[in-house]
Structures are given as structure tokens and as C-alpha cells.
């Protein structure tokens, strides 16, 4: 079962593709839920065992029948019972969730629907089963776990818990914040407020990556030093870098990667770093020191690790010899005897013995089509750039994908006079871009898609201020736009490799996740 507004290369090989409306995942995942309910299909032992809360949640979901939820889906109700039935039906079943998901208003209460999917039919705990997310790229897992995140200390664990936090303070011998800090939205406001003197990016291109650029460029111009730590000099660094400290990649240093499920995998340097670049810990601990801060004296990457491990009891025996002998190693790992473990949940929670059924409504879509802004524009990547570009614009990778395109339906285009290639004006009512044309069958009609990965074309200049409504992600899929065309020219855009004889065409698409 594939949910996608556009038939990416996943849907043209899944039983099912349901053409989802971008936004409205609260209302997709209910409306699957309540034909689960409606026919009987749910997984009445484990509700009882391990769940609570399910009269309410069941009560809840008769305003969310497939035939209700049309109207906010946009999926036909054929579709979503069917798919409801061969989750629920085709156990162990299990779901894996991209940025397509997360990337919302309601991002997060799209996941906790999804949650409930899981929790309705018992898909929690066993072989084949859980909700998986499939992050943006290796180790955001591990590097959340570090306490990269502002509200969590190493571990993963809330800065509201006082014994974990008593724990740390002894371990530094400081006293720590108890208020949380900011995370990346939070730090523009910042900026825009006078209140930040310092930044430090590393490994984020943010006048690439980040939402409501044309805000974000204007503020953080007026901080007055910006240190930008990455492999190459990027997009941050031109527009408003002080300083660039040139970084190690991951094959010029030493270290741990942690992937989705769980598992530690040592990473060992296969060449020395190149020119004046270090692995990312130096610098940071070479200004600490001149800062005055003790504890920063570390000699390699494992004695970092060790730290790790004294602050974080879950993976207090996943140490390196230990990797060395048996590979990567799933925390929880107590100690060195700890085999480690395969699957959470199995026979609780993390927060307890019973998981509660949630009931988020669906909110109205924001930035919904107008007479002036009629298409609703959806962002993402694709399989031959990495994100920003900032590694993959380097490589052969970019003779696949040379620049990012406004794919749009050959409907849409011919209605618009718009032909393959033609250059256009993309305006939103946060800024404007400029793509060429490719008429793309697998976009939806009233629907267009453009990737970010072409510093030139500015397309994060088109996103706005909305963000997810717990977290505070951006909500980089869902922005209004109108098309304005610029020039017509004669060679269709193709992306990908030729095959002998194959002419150029908006068949030729990458896929994008």
C-alpha cells in the first residue's frame, strides 16, 4: 500500500497507491480505522490486553467512515477500505513513513494516527510489525540520542526528568538549564527578536534547507557571527558565513552511526581528511577549552563514546570492543553480557503496560487553492541529489538529475500553454522561484512538485511560516502557488539515464521520496 499525492515509482509496483490529499494524513489513517472498527477487524485480545481508551476511540472515529473523509482525502472510499482490510487482514503488517508525513502542520498527529492503526489491529511488538520512520539520512537517529535535540539530555531522555538530570549535573559538576532551548524555527525567531549573537551550523545548509527563506536570509544576516561548519563551502556560508571550518566526512573519520532500528554500527576512517579538515568533534572542543570549559581534553572518538555510555544506561554495553566482536548492537545493551535488543514493545511500553488511543481531529488544510494561487505545490527529493546538494552536486549523480524541474500534469500544461522545458515563474504568497517545465502524468491534476536541490532555483523561497503544531517542523509540503511563463524552449527536459534508442520525455522521471 503505498499513500503518495503523486504515483512515485513505489505506487506503480504496490497493490494499492491511494492518491492522498497532501495534508490530510490525520483523516486518511482514521478513515482506514474506522472500516477496521466498522467490519470487525480489529484485534480484540491485544486491545484488551494492551491498550485503553478504545469505546471513546472507536466512538470517535464514526465521524471518519471512508465516505465522510472523501472530502478532506481525497482517496475514493474503495480504496481506503480495501487497504484497511489488507492491513488488517494481511498480519504482520507493518508501515514505514518518510518526511511526506512529518513535514505537516499536523506532522506529529499524523504519526500518532498512524499509531493507532498499529495498536488496533496488535502490528506493536511482534516479528514484521511497528511503525518505522525513514529519516532524511544515517545517523538522525544517533545524533538526537547525543542530545542534539533542546528538550533532551543524552539518551534521549526529557530535561524534565530530575533524576536523569541530577545525574548529569554530578557528572559535569555544572548546573544545567531547566528550561528547554531553542530548536531550528525557534532560533529565527530569535534572530529576528536581536537575541541571538552566535551561530553555529554544522552539517546544515540552512539558506538551502530551511522553510521561509526569504525570512529566514533577512533575519540571520543580522547576526554577528555565524560559524558554519560542513564538507564544502555551501549555501549558508556564501550568503551570510563569518567563519567556515572545513569538516572530515564520514570516510576521514572515526566514530558510531545509529540507525532506525536501533543499532549502533561502529564507522572506521578508510582515508585521512583532506586539506585543514577535522572530524566535527575538534573544533567543538578546541573552542570549549578556550572558552575555559573542562572535560573536553578527549583523545579520539571513543572516548567520547565512553562518556556516552556512562550518561546513557541503555546503551551502557555497547562499547567498541564489543562491536568489534559481534557488528552493530540494538539498545537497549545494559551491559557487555547484553546481547542486545531485537524488538521494543514485545511485552510494554516505554511508558507503561497499556498504550492510550488517541484522537486527533483533522484541522482544515491551510494555504487551500485560490483564484490567485490555484495549484498546491508539494517538495521533496529525489534518488539522485541528497538534500541540499552540498555532496551530491559534486558527482557524476548530477549528469542523472543536472536541475531541479516544476513537474506538473500534461492537463495542467495544456490548459496553461505550458510545454516541456518552458521556463516559469513560480509565485506563492511568501516569495517566487524559477524551473523548467516537465509534464509528468504521475503528478495529480490541480497539483505540481518541484525538488530543492538547485541552490539557483531558490525553491524553499516559496515556503512560509507554517509549521508542524507540536514539534515545530516545517511544513515543507503544502504551499499555494500560481505559474507564470517565462520562455519557451525547444529540448524537453529528461532526467536519468538514457537507454539506447530513448527519446527524451516526461516518462524519463526520477523517483522521488
Known amino acids: 500500500i503505498v499513500i503518495d499525492p503523486r504515483k512515485v515509482g513505489l505506487a ?42 478504545f469505546a471513546e476511540y472507536a466512538e470517535f472515529l464514526k465521524g471518519y467512515t471512508p465516505e465522510k473523509a472523501v472530502t478532506m482525502t481525497g482517496v475514493p472510499p474503495e480504496l481506503v477500505r480495501a487497504a484497511a482490510r489488507m492491513y488488517a487482514t494481511g498480519s504482520p503488517s507493518i508501515s514505514f513513513h518518510g518526511l511526506g508525513l512529518t513535514e505537516n502542520v499536523q506532522g506529529t498527529e499524523g504519526i500518532i494516527a498512524l499509531s493507532n492503526l498499529a495498536l488496533l489491529t496488535g502490528n506493536v511488538g511482534k516479528p514484521g510489525t511497528g511503525i518505522n520512520p525513514l529519516r532524511g539520512q544515517n545517523n538522525v537517529q544517533g545524533s538526537a540520542h547525543m542530545g542534539s535535540d533542546p528538550n533532551y539530555f543524552t539518551g534521549y531522555t526529557p530535561i524534565s526528568n530530575a533524576e536523569v538530570r541530577a545525574k548529569v549535573e554530578a557528572f559535569y559538576g555544572v548546573k544545567l538549564p531547566k528550561e528547554r532551548g531553542l530548536d531550528a524555527v525557534q532560533i529565527v525567531e530569535a534572530a529576528e527578536a536581536g537575541k541571538l549573537d552566535v551561530l553555529w551550523a554544522i552539517g546544515y545548509d540552512i539558506m538551502q534547507s530551511h522553510a521561509d527563506i526569504v525570512r529566514t536570509q533577512r533575519v540571520l544576516e543580522n547576526v554577528p557571527l555565524v560559524v558554519v561548519q560542513d564538507l564544502f563551502m555551501n549555501e549558508t556560508a556564501r550568503a551570510i558565513g563569518t567563519v567556515f571550518l572545513p569538516a572530515a566526512a564520514s570516510f576521514e573519520k572515526d566514530g558510531t552511526f545509529m540507525n532506525s532500528e536501533r543499532r549502533v554500527q561502529r564507522v572506521r576512517k578508510a582515508v585521512e581528511p583532506q586539506g585543514e579538515a577535522v572530524a566535527d568533534w575538534i573544533p567543538v572542543c578546541e573552542v570549549a577549552k578556550r572558552m575555559g570549559m573542562k572535560g573536553f581534553d578527549f583523545k579520539d572518538a571513543e572516548e567520547i563514546w565512553n562518556e556516552v555510555r556512562v550518561l546513557w544506561p541503555a546503551g551502557a554495553g555497547i562499547s567498541y570492543a564489543k562491536m568489534e566482536r559481534e557488528g552493530g548492537i540494538q539498545w537497549p545493551c545494559t551491559d557487555e553480557s547484553h546481547p542486545g535488543t531485537v524488538r521494543l514493545h514485545s511485552d510494554t511500553f ?41 555532496m551530491t552536486d559534486r558527482t557524476k549523480n548530477l549528469d542523472l538529475r543536472p536541475i531541479d524541474t516544476l513537474d506538473l500534469h500534461p492537463d495542467d500544461a495544456d490548459s496553461l500553454g505550458i510545454a516541456d522545458g518552458d521556463e516559469l515563474r513560480i509565485v506563492s504568497a511568501w516569495g517566487e522561484a524559477q524551473l523548467p517545465a516537465r509534464r509528468d502524468k504521475r503528478v495529480k491534476r490541480g497539483e505540481v512538485f518541484a525538488t530543492f536541490h538547485t541552490p539557483a532555483a531558490h525553491v524553499n523561497r516559496l515556503l512560509g511560516p507554517h509549521r508542524d503544531n507540536k514539534v515545530n517542523t516545517p511544513a515543507y509540503k503544502r504551499t499555494a502557488v500560481r505559474l507564470e511563463r517565462l520562455a519557451a524552449v525547444a529540448q524537453p527536459v529528461t532526467i536519468g539515464r538514457k537507454r539506447k534508442g530513448q527519446r527524451n520525455g516526461p516518462g524519463n522521471g526520477a523517483a522521488a521520496s
Do not use: C, K
Not at 491485544?46 to 485503553?52: C, H, N, P, S, V
Not at 487553492?369 to 490555484?374: L, N, Q, S
Open 350 to 390: 516505554t511508558l507503561g503496560d497499556r498504550a492510550p488511543f488517541s484522537r486527533p481531529e483533522q484541522m482544515p488544510l491551510q494555504e487551500p487553492p485560490t483564484a490567485e494561487f490555484p495549484l498546491l505545490l508539494v517538495t521533496g527529493r529525489t534518488l539522485y541529489a541528497y538534500n541540499a546538494g552540498t
Open 12 to 53: 506503480q509496483i504496490a497493490d494499492l497507491h491511494l492518491p492522498i490529499t497532501p495534508g490530510a494524513n490525520v483523516a486518511m489513517f482514521h478513515s482506514m480505522a474506522a472500516v477496521i472498527i466498522e467490519e470487525g477487524l480489529e484485534n480484540r485480545e491485544f486491545i484488551a490486553q494492551r491498550t485503553e481508551g
